[in-house]
Nanobody
């Protein structure tokens, strides 16, 4: 079965950190563009970070700047989103997604084909 499963979500205090993990099954993440997206109730899903398949070049949304880092573990078929110095605006459901393509804009959700079920992140004191 081809699927993505996110893990690592939870509750964190402002200024804290979390590491989200995306595990691929039945699909080799190394040959996919991997993306992380965030959604809050009543809003559209927005791109947070992506990493390209062929050269591992990362793209990060301006609103997270250098606080978030996306990486990939080829040996274990994982994608990571490390989130530091978090604030309340980072609260939401985080989804990982993949596409075999090379999107012109890798932070656009419509460019991706396969999605995980999401993991909840809450930043609160």
């Amino acid at each position: 079965q081809v699927q993505l499963v996110e893990s690592g979500g939870g509750v964190v205090q402002p200024g804290g950190s979390l590491l989200l993990v995306c595990t691929g099954s039945g699909i080799n993440l190394e040959y996919q563009t991997n993306g992380w997206f965030r959604q809050t109730p009543g809003t559209e899903r927005v791109g947070v970070a992506s990493i390209r398949s062929h050269d591992a070049i990362a793209t990060v949304a301006d609103f997270v700047s250098d606080r978030f880092i996306i990486t990939r573990d080829r040996a274990n078929n994982l994608s990571y989103l490390k989130m530091d110095n978090m604030n309340a605006e980072d609260t939401g459901t985080y989804y990982c997604a993949t596409t075999p393509a090379r999107p012109y804009d890798p932070l656009v959700p419509g460019e991706y084909e396969l999605w995980g079920q999401g993991t909840q992140v809450t930043v609160a004191s």
